[in-house]
């Protein structure tokens, strides 16, 4: 949201306000703890009548956490105020200093340091080093007149507005400087340039698919090369000007009187998440099973459980391993959703269905809902009676038809409605459902009253949350903590603790393939750990080379699902090659699980997710800042999909010999390599040094991974003395000590596991 006009003007009819200087500066107690109080004027005073009639702006610091400084700006301290994210605290994490130069606050390596008088200076600081902080024109308190507009775009903010005008009069921000060649990442599942500078992002989630400035999930959280990471404590709307109103700042804002924020240092990738997911939720462990090949029915597609029976016998007798099967929108009757009520017209006997999948079959069951209840659901009319849906101002039930006819919203903020939508998500749970794919919860009125007088704007992100986590708490406890998982579009901050997440409406193309990638990537730098896409594209039909490829992509991320909008998405409908690919990969997958499993085991326990960009794990190779077409599958194996109809594909190795896990080939690294792969390959390579566990199945990824564990060693040197952790699927940590020389070496843990090793050099 843009506010001035160039560097010394405003946009017409906009009014502006700066911090001028820390006037005075004392040691105050906060939540936090010892915090520093600071009353900044609006402009510098000179005299005794520089104190009349000017507005003055309150900045207090402090600390929730070690590591992590807490900024709050208020202007008129009366007005509403943001009641902000669930966040964590550790209070007594900072200590406060003031002299006649300032004030300091200092947690851990980071430090606040605000200078005294003018101009307004607050500086951040690691280990005494400036990293980032807040000048002159910095902290501003923007009026807007009756008519005038703040957005660049006419159409108005991401939705947000339908007349273009701003919707608030007053607007507070803030801007942090950004340093030479500094980068910004994350606020988000974002499918546009990965990294975010030059770019306004508006953090209002929108169901907009995969290819525009649109987000299902967005995260007022950024992450900066410099290391470290800013969230906008703030579930209302947001706008980020990312060096795209003052080049040299990173500027964010919100409407009303206040606005907080956290700096949070890392000082690499991996710490900045670790603090941030302690602050906001760390990622749940998710059941093994949940790795393998999803296969959906698709969206609009004609199907029964002769459909649903011939496509997994179609698989079985292909060789594919399958570990869950997904019923679409449509198992529900049409008109009705979400009523939680089996179309008896094509699934007459749900339990005895439910039942021949889990038992014959052998596999899992995963069901979609959304939050809507339609009209001519028998639901509605019970919870119109019953007050459990969002209501407009006059007292009526909200509805509208641009999903299902005359739907309504179940009111979250309502303890009774809640347990009325979660008990009748258990009565299908009870019949035999594991996982549940949480639509939507992005089309989120604003012309509403909640039951809990939560602000509208507030609650337009913040819904997400309050469904996906009805949800989560009905899983965990009728399928047990250790097997719950979602398959969720929605998200705002702390989502990342109910996984786990995919990326929405794609196409069926090269390119949505390319977009989906950067808003995994970006979804990663906003803390969360697991993450999956439509494989082959949800709108429209790839054409056999798209879907070949999106398959070896799609089984080497951490959740895989066949799914599509009209038509279906089993491999044989494209031809055998991609029969044999699907089974090629799945397998390979399969084999993984020991590292894979255990790169989950990591996320749970860091927020590290265990797709990653690039410079989670070479912060310091300046080559790989901008990669958006290759990421790390956990710490150890670099993947770059291939997204050519010829299959040629240009990557970058970093520094040191990689082997192909594919073919065992060694390539020195520190170059861009260009190659060109059949459908059944893609550039894979394991990094120097590492070890890859390696597991003895390849039928299910639901095994023992301790028994005929291979540890695959690419060792960087001729001495061999390195550990490597297996987590098992029942979440034991096994820590193998490897030693060896020369294609020689032996794995053995305290424990008393042993494991066979192969070297690879």
């Not at 009303?256 to 000082?267: A, K, Q, T, V």
Request: proline letters at 6%.
């Amino acid at each position: 949201m843009k506010f001035t006009d160039g560097y010394w003007m405003h946009r017409p009819g906009v009014s502006a306000l700066y911090a001028a200087e820390a006037y005075d500066i004392a040691e105050t107690s906060t939540t936090d703890g010892a915090g520093v109080l600071i009353h900044a004027p609006t402009g510098v005073i000179e005299s005794r009548g520089n104190t009349l009639s000017r507005p003055l702006i309150t900045v207090t610091l402090s600390s929730p956490m070690k590591g992590v400084v807490r900024v709050r700006i208020v202007r008129h301290q009366g007005a509403p105020t943001s009641p902000g994210f669930r966040i964590a605290t550790e209070p007594g994490a900072a200590t406060v200093t003031i002299d006649d130069e300032g004030a300091s606050l200092v947690t851990g390596s980071l430090e606040a340091r605000i200078s005294a008088g003018a101009p307004w200076s607050l500086d951040f600081l690691r280990n005494g080093d400036r990293i980032t902080g807040s000048g002159h024109k910095s902290v501003g308190h923007m009026t807007l007149a009756s008519g005038a507009t703040v957005s660049a775009d006419p159409a108005g903010c991401a939705g947000y507005t339908t007349t273009g005008l701003a919707p608030s009069q007053t607007y507070v921000h803030e801007q942090l400087d950004l340093g030479v060649g500094e980068l910004i990442y994350g606020l988000g599942e974002r499918f546009g340039p990965f990294v975010k500078n030059g770019q306004v992002v508006d953090i209002w989630n929108a169901d907009g698919g995969t290819s525009s400035e649109l987000s299902y999930k967005n995260i007022p959280f950024y992450m900066s090369s410099r290391g470290y990471g800013v969230l906008v404590n703030q579930p209302e709307h947001v706008s980020f000007e990312i060096g795209s109103e003052v080049v040299q700042r990173v500027q964010f804002s919100t409407a009303g009187e206040s606005l907080e924020y956290l700096l949070i240092d890392g000082p690499t990738p991996k710490e900045v998440i670790e603090k941030y997911t302690r602050l906001t939720g760390r990622p749940a462990r998710v059941p093994a099973w949940s790795y393998g090949l999803w296969l959906s029915t698709s969206f609009t597609t004609s199907y029964d459980e002769a459909t649903v029976s011939e496509f997994i016998d179609g698989m079985r007798e292909r060789d594919i391993p399958l570990s869950v099967f997904h019923f679409d929108c449509f198992w529900m009757r049409e008109f009705n959703w979400t009523d939680f009520e089996w179309d008896s017209r094509t699934f007459p006997d749900p339990e005895g269905m439910l039942k021949r999948l889990h038992d014959e079959k052998d596999l899992r069951v995963s069901i979609w809902i959304n939050p809507y209840i339609a009209q001519r659901s028998a639901l509605f009319e019970e919870g119109m009676e019953h007050g459990y849906l969002v209501k407009r101002p006059d007292g009526y039930v909200w509805q509208w038809d641009e999903w299902q006819a005359g739907m309504g919203l179940v009111d979250f903020t309502n303890p009774e409605a809640r347990s009325w939508f979660q008990e009748r998500l258990r009565t299908v749970i009870r019949q035999g459902v594991d996982a549940i794919k949480t639509d939507f919860g992005e089309r989120i009125p604003t012309d509403v009253v909640w039951h809990n007088g939560a602000s509208p704007e507030t609650m337009h992100n913040l819904y997400t949350q309050l469904y996906n986590e009805a949800v989560w708490e009905v899983l965990s406890q009728e399928r047990g903590e250790d097997q719950a998982i979602l398959f969720a579009r929605s998200a705002t901050v702390g989502g990342q603790a109910m996984p786990v997440h995919w990326g929405g409406d794609n196409s069926s193309s090269f390119p949505s393939m390319a977009e989906t990638l950067r808003g995994g990537l970006s979804l990663t730098c906003s803390g969360f750990g697991y993450w999956s896409h439509d494989i082959g594209g949800f709108e429209g039909t790839p054409d056999p080379g798209v879907f070949k490829r999106w398959l070896a992509f799609g089984l080497m991320s951490s959740h895989s699902r066949l799914h599509g909008s009209g038509s279906y998405r089993v491999p044989w409908m494209f031809d055998d090659e991609a029969v044999k690919t699907s089974r090629w990969f799945v397998e390979r997958k399969n084999s993984l699980m020991p590292y894979l499993y255990t790169a989950g085991a990591e996320a749970a326990a860091t927020g590290v997710g265990i797709a990653r960009p690039m410079f989670f794990e070479f912060p310091d190779d300046p080559a790989v800042g901008y990669l958006d077409r290759q990421y790390m599958l956990g710490p150890d194996l670099l993947v770059a999909p291939v997204m050519d109809p010829d299959g040629v594909v240009d990557f970058y190795l970093p520094e040191g010999t990689w082997t192909s896990l594919i073919t065992g080939v060694p390539v020195m690294g520190g170059r861009w390599i260009r190659e060109v792969h059949a459908y059944d390959s893609l550039p894979l390579y394991v990094r120097p040094g590492a070890v890859i566990p390696r597991g003895a199945r390849t039928d299910r990824p639901d095994y023992d991974y301790l028994e005929g564990l291979i540890l695959d060693a690419y060792p960087d040197a001729d001495e061999i003395d390195t550990t490597v952790d297996v987590v098992t699927a029942e979440g034991t940590r096994v820590v193998f000590r490897v030693t060896g020389s020369g294609t020689s070496a032996t794995a053995t843990a305290e424990t008393g596991e042993t494991a066979d090793v192969r070297v690879h050099r």
